[in-house]
């Protein structure tokens, strides 16, 4: 098997997906979720990931 062509044309690429049923009009964006007053939103969740003396290391960029 070896690439013959692309096909780099949005309405092209539309057709042959909805002809083949495996196009579907994306989904309505929404906005994010309001937090409650007072509740503090972290992006870092600690995570066990089975190593029990792995230390993070330390952005100290003096002892490169």
Same mark, same amino acid.
């Given at each position: 098997m070896k690439i013959i062509s692309? !096909?780099?044309?949005?309405a092209v690429i539309?057709? !042959?997906l909805v002809h083949l049923h495996l196009y579907s009009?994306?989904?309505?964006?929404?906005?994010p979720p309001v937090p409650e007053p007072g509740k503090v939103i972290s992006d870092y969740e600690s995570y066990d990931d089975g190593w029990p003396s792995y230390e993070e290391p330390s952005e100290d960029v003096n002892s490169l």
């Open positions: 692309f !096909i780099y044309e949005r539309k057709k !042959i009009e994306p989904k309505q964006q929404r906005a």
